[in-house]
Every structure is written in C-alpha cells, then in structure tokens.
C-alpha cells in the first residue's frame, strides 16, 4: 500500500527566501529551501510515496505560485505532489477548515496509510488539524505530526517528528468546545455524507439554494432526512446568516399555529395585551422551514398561498400588510397530491409549494453498498458524539443483518441502533446484542401505534378547526377520548 502525505501549503514559510542583505522576501519564483515542506522532504522524503498539497484557493481562482511551488517539489525530490484545491472562503472559520479536510481524510482517504503534517499556518487550521486527530485517534492507519524549525534544535540538529497522541478526557470541557466547532458546519457540502441515491437530489437543492427566493418542497417518509436537506439548503444560501426557523405543523392547533406565523395585534382577542409577532416577520431575510405541511389546517392553508404570492402578512387583529423577505421551505411525510383530491389540502398552495420539489428515497431503495457506507457514517459520527471507544469489530451475521434489515423509520431508525449499541456493547457487536436491543424494544409496535392514533387525531382536529365536537363525531369517538389523546394547547400559553 503506498503511503501518503497530507498538509496544508504554509504561505508565510514556503514562499518566504532571504536575499542578499539576509532579509525575508516573499516571491513566488523561488522557494525557502529552509521552509517546513522543502525540510521534510529532505529529512522524511522516503517516509511517503504520494502528498496531497492542500491550497486554500478556489482551482478557478488560485495564484500559480502554488503549482510552482508543488512542481518544485515534484521536480526536485521525484515525488508524486498533487495540489488540491480546498475552496476555503474563510481562513479564520474552524468549522469550514474542518469540515472540508474531514470529508477528504475521513472518507477519500479512509483505507490509505495516511500521515498528516501540521505545518505552519493559521490558527484556525491548527485547531481543526487537532479537532479531527482528536476523533480519529482510534484509526491505525492514520498519524498527525509536527516538526520544529531547525533553528531552534540544538546544535543544529534534525527535527524529529513529534506525534500528536491524545488521551480520553472525564470531563466535558473538550466535547463541548468540539461539538461547537463540528456545528458549525454540520450542514456544510464538505461535512454531508452523500450517497450515490442522494446525489441528484442533494446536487438540485443545492442548486436552489443559489435562487433564494424559490418556495421548495421536499417530500419523502419519516427518517429519510428532510430536516437535514432543509438545513443544507439553507446552510449552502445567500440566507445562512440570517435566521433558520423551523414550525412543526402537527404539533400546534390552529388558532396557536395561526398566531405562530402571523403574529398578533394588541386587542385582537381577550387576553391579547402584548404585540406578537409571528415567524414570517422573525426570520426577516432567512428561511422559514415549515415540517408536515400536510397537516397545515384548511384555512390557514388559504392565507398561506395568499402570502406566497403577495409576499406580505396581516397579523391576527389588523388589516395592515407587512412586507416579508422569507425563503419557504415545506416538508410533507404524505402525497400531498391525494390530499388535495381528498379534500384535505389546497390544490392552489400546492401548485405554489411544487414549484420545486424534491423528493428523497426511503432507505430500504438504496443497494447494500450505499447501504454500508450509512452503517459506517454513524459507526464514525456516534463514536464521536459519544466520546466512548470506537467500535471496529462487527460479527459477519450483524453486518448481514444491518444490510437487509427494511428500517421502516429509515435512516433515523439506523442512527438510533447504532447509537443503542455504542451505548451498550464493549468493544464488538454480535448478533445477540442485536436481537437484545430489538427485545429491549418489544413495545415499539405499541408506541408507534399511540403515536398514530395521535397523529390521526390531531389531523381531523385540525381539519375541524379546532372544533373537539365535530371532530369527535367524525372520529367516531366520545369528546373525552379526543381530549384525552391531544395535547391540549391553549392561546394562554403563547401569550406568556
């Protein structure tokens, strides 16, 4: 296997050279044969095989001092150096560093024997280097190192590599700190495990998030990842510093959910004291992210195709308009198509929130291959958000299992194993402590079930406006058995 080497181009040092009065220049036709990269090379060249020089330009806008400066090296040492463009448009973000430079050791590299020279650079590069050594400790194949300037060795001798080792901490201090860092860019394109079954619908929304002003609907089952799609739509828009807000529709009756996005007036009802504003004028330039929209009640379904189109909002109470600047995007678990010739959703703010639709497979779709690179990404990402010992040994009868097993909740159901596992497995996952966890969980069926009849429940209340007796008679069931099976919200609260 041939070996690699992995570091950032150090700008202030490879590019630096003294002249003839013996002070530091900066040029881009000659290098600094003392500079950390031309040294390592003179002292470790036989370590390695193959380097991936790290540039943090754009391959369309970069400066040719760093393809001299790979060319010199290749040229000089005989070394395979190939320069990649890392597309760093901020070099004091940690988050975007490490996000990119995770994406290319964690998963391009994965199965290459890999070392990483932390050579000079900016701050933000340094940390995310230790971030990601840090997480991928457990990874034998894979070693972070430093080296020192000549001049500060004693005698002017050769600076060792010095190997970067980390120790689990008790305490939570650096999980934390780490965490922060990772959320960063939790969404970014670089951090997004996409598979081949993702990849065109991951590759249109990100076309969309360039037009951001395009009402998106994405659709799909529960657990295929809606929320995370949304999420990088924003994330990858001219909107991502400005406010993601996220209303789920089926967890508010109408006259709260009503309040919600529109706001409310002083006087617009007893109680009503204080002005409210709803999450349209909230999120003032950002993104408003609207989950379940199928169970969006009929009339506010009405007043939410009239803001689309006129881009303005009346608060509950007043019939002065307010200009709005909001992105929409609507996530449905149901084909909202067979809701509208059901009576159950309007077929004009469906034709306004299909503008663009995206549309996400369920996780039994997906081939055994995409299948294990899903089981490998929580294997890796609940390792870390855990911080407990990485779990490299998987009987062969699990893997088979985790191949073919349909995941009714999908990709969630998935992550929540994994997670179950970490949590009580050692160091190995048998098939016994599969079927432990599945045993563990024999009243899943039941609780689904509830949350159905729930789930059911709060549709006709909805649909009925709200109306316990009406929708009782249509359910077919006392209003006591409706009471009792909704969580009971009222105005009260949101007046808080």
């Known amino acids: 296997m041939k070996k690699i080497l992995v ?40 370590d390695f095989d ?48 490490k996000g990119k430079v995770e994406d ?31 997480e991928l400790s457990h990874r034998t194949n894979l070693t972070f190192f430093k080296r020192r300037e000549r001049k500060f060795m004693k005698n002017n001798s050769t600076p060792e590599k010095e190997i970067i080792r980390f120790e689990k901490s008790k305490y939570a201090n650096y999980s934390n700190i780490r965490d922060n860092f990772r959320n960063e860019s939790e969404y970014s394109i670089s951090n997004t495990l996409i598979t081949k079954s993702l990849k065109n619908v991951y590759e249109r929304g990100y076309k969309l998030a360039g037009n951001n002003n395009t009402t998106i609907l994405i659709s799909g089952n529960f657990g295929v990842g809606k929320t995370h799609l949304a999420r990088y739509i924003h994330e990858n828009s001219n909107r991502k510093n400005r406010k993601l807000i996220t209303i789920n529709c089926s967890s508010y009756n109408e006259e709260i959910l009503q309040a919600m996005l529109f706001g409310i007036e002083p006087g617009a009802f007893n109680g009503a004291t204080k002005l409210k504003t709803g999450v349209f004028e909230q999120c003032k330039g950002g993104t408003l992210f609207l989950k379940e929209i199928n169970n969006l009640p009929l009339r506010i379904q009405a007043k939410l195709c009239e803001v689309l189109v006129n881009k303005k909002i009346s608060r509950l109470g007043s019939f002065k308009e307010i200009g709005i600047d909001v992105r929409l995007i609507a996530t449905s678990t149901e084909n909202l198509k067979n809701h509208c010739e059901n009576g159950f959703f309007r077929w004009d703010l469906y034709y306004r929130l299909s503008i663009a639709e995206l549309k996400l497979l369920p996780f039994f779709s997906m081939d055994k291959n995409e299948r294990k690179d899903w089981v490998n990404y929580f294997l890796e990402t609940t390792y870390t958000k855990l911080e407990t010992k990485f779990i490299s040994k998987i009987d062969k009868d699990v893997w088979t299992f985790l191949l073919n097993q349909p995941f009714k909740r999908n990709i969630s159901e998935l992550s929540n194993l994994i997670e179950t596992l970490y949590t009580f497995c050692d160091d190995k996952i048998s098939m016994a402590d599969i079927l432990k966890s599945y045993n563990e969980s024999q009243n899943l069926d039941s609780i689904l079930l509830e949350e159905i009849i729930i789930d059911h429940i709060k549709k006709v209340v909805n649909f009925c406006g709200g109306n316990i007796s009406e929708a009782s008679r249509k359910l077919g069931i006392d209003r006591a058995t409706v009471k009792k099976n909704i969580k009971k919200l009222t105005l009260s609260k949101l007046l808080i």
């Not at 000659?30 to 002292?43: A, Q, R, V």
């Not at 943090?56 to 001299?68: G, I, R």
């Open 7 to 46: 570091s950032w181009i150090a700008t202030n040092h490879d590019l630096l050279k003294r002249d003839e009065l013996g002070e530091m220049k900066f040029t881009d036709k000659s290098f600094n044969e003392d500079g950390p990269h031309f040294s390592l090379y003179k002292d470790f060249g036989d």
């Open 50 to 97: 193959i380097h991936y020089l790290l540039c943090q330009d754009d391959e369309n806008n970069s400066s040719v001092k760093w393809s001299k400066l790979a060319g010199s090296l290749r040229n000089r040492f005989k070394k395979q150096v190939i320069l990649k463009f890392m597309s760093i448009d901020d070099v004091f973000s940690v988050g975007t560093i």
């Open 104 to 134: 290319f050791i964690k998963y391009q590299l994965k199965d290459m024997d890999v070392e990483v020279f932390i050579s000079p650079g900016t701050p933000a590069m340094q940390t995310a280097w230790y971030l990601l050594a840090s």
